[in-house]
């Protein structure tokens, strides 16, 4: 009940299945050509020759003494060449160029036949005047280029195809103030509240986070070129220096960037810190 809850595959005005599911929700993207090619060979209608396949265990939806074996999957084709590990390519279209499973089926299908590599997307809560990022040029979500033809605009929630990446640095008293290197092309939503990363990143710490509230953790976005150098530290009262500046946890990134009328880059180039507070409630940077 729980994960047809999650994964209800609603359909829309005319009447195409459309997986979505609750804000938060992540779907898998797999190839829609090697899709229906496993489709096909599932049913018994299509194969690729293994000449050294054991016809003792044949494969699902094989017979024994067949010499086919389903390839394994290939995303390969999905992906930006030259821009960030999991960006996909702009202009992708949903059941043309790809598809959508649960993560469920994903491990299935990857248990199966092995390949990738394993592409994630999320949910994301979606108002009609964000249908086209104006930044990116590239709708990123299902009313845009992620559709059959069918407008999707109405929905509340839609998938986003094309979130930013980010490098994120770790700032506490261990550190002692300085940056250093955390975690490497994360996934950067330019539709959910910055809160929603840091919430991610305090899962990815391996401590006990339970203790640690939103309020114990400041997010910043810093230069990662100068992210090892040394700091100078921001006066009284102020909460930027140098390295960038502390972002509202509360907006997005594209709200953020707006609000400084900063450019951020498309995929590339954007580094995070997260500073967390030091048991005696100050915090690292501010020594």
């Given at each position: 009940?729980?994960?047809?809850?999650?994964?209800?595959?609603?359909?829309?005005?005319?009447?195409?299945?459309?997986p979505?599911?609750?804000?938060?929700?992540?779907?898998?993207?797999?190839s829609?050509?090697?899709?229906?090619?496993?489709?096909h060979?599932?049913?018994?209608?299509?194969?690729?020759y293994?000449?050294?396949?054991?016809?003792?265990?044949?494969p699902?939806?094989?017979?024994?003494?067949?010499?086919?074996?389903?390839?394994?999957?290939?995303?390969?084709?999905?992906?930006?060449?030259?821009g960030?590990?999991?960006?996909?390519k702009?202009g992708?279209?949903?059941?043309?160029?790809?598809?959508l499973?649960?993560?469920?089926?994903?491990?299935?299908?990857?248990a199966?036949?092995?390949?990738?590599?394993?592409?994630?997307?999320?949910?994301?809560?979606?108002?009609?005047?964000?249908?086209r990022?104006?930044?990116?040029?590239?709708?990123?979500?299902?009313?845009?280029?992620?559709?059959?033809?069918?407008?999707?605009?109405?929905?509340?929630?839609?998938?986003?195809?094309?979130?930013?990446?980010?490098?994120?640095?770790?700032?506490?008293?261990?550190?002692?103030?300085?940056?250093?290197?955390f975690q490497?092309?994360?996934?950067?939503?330019?539709?959910?509240?910055?809160?929603?990363?840091?919430?991610?990143?305090?899962?990815?710490?391996?401590?006990?986070?339970?203790?640690?509230?939103?309020?114990?953790?400041?997010?910043?976005?810093?230069?990662?070129?100068?992210?090892t150098?040394?700091?100078?530290?921001?006066?009284?009262?102020?909460?930027?220096?140098?390295?960038?500046w502390?972002l509202d946890?509360?907006l997005?990134?594209?709200?953020?960037?707006?609000?400084?009328?900063?450019?951020?880059?498309?995929d590339?180039?954007i580094?995070?810190?997260?500073?967390?507070?030091n048991?005696?409630?100050?915090?690292?940077?501010?020594?």
């Amino acid at each position: 009940r729980r994960h047809k809850y999650r994964y209800p595959r609603s359909r829309d005005g005319g009447g195409v299945s459309q997986p979505r599911g609750p804000c938060g929700t992540v779907w898998y993207v797999i190839s829609a050509e090697w899709w229906r090619t496993w489709k096909h060979f599932t049913e018994g209608r299509v194969g690729c020759y293994y000449p050294d396949y054991d016809s003792k265990s044949p494969p699902m939806g094989g017979v024994a003494g067949s010499e086919y074996r389903m390839g394994k999957i290939d995303n390969n084709a999905l992906l930006s060449e030259g821009g960030t590990i999991l960006s996909l390519k702009q202009g992708l279209h949903w059941h043309r160029d790809f598809e959508l499973v649960e993560p469920l089926a994903w491990s299935a299908l990857q248990a199966w036949h092995d390949g990738g590599p394993p592409i994630t997307r999320q949910v994301v809560p979606f108002r009609g005047d964000h249908g086209r990022d104006h930044h990116h040029g590239t709708p990123p979500i299902t009313g845009g280029s992620f559709s059959d033809g069918t407008s999707s605009i109405a929905e509340q929630h839609e998938i986003e195809l094309y979130p930013l990446y980010a490098s994120v640095f770790l700032c506490d008293s261990a550190s002692r103030g300085e940056p250093r290197p955390f975690q490497q092309f994360i996934p950067l939503s330019r539709y959910l509240p910055l809160e929603d990363v840091v919430y991610r990143l305090r899962e990815g710490l391996g401590r006990d986070t339970a203790r640690l509230k939103r309020y114990d953790c400041r997010l910043w976005l810093i230069d990662g070129a100068n992210a090892t150098a040394s700091r100078s530290a921001p006066a009284p009262g102020k909460d930027d220096d140098s390295l960038g500046w502390i972002l509202d946890l509360d907006l997005t990134i594209g709200d953020e960037r707006n609000l400084r009328g900063v450019q951020l880059g498309q995929d590339e180039n954007i580094s995070l810190m997260l500073e967390l507070r030091n048991e005696d409630t100050t915090w690292p940077r501010s020594k």
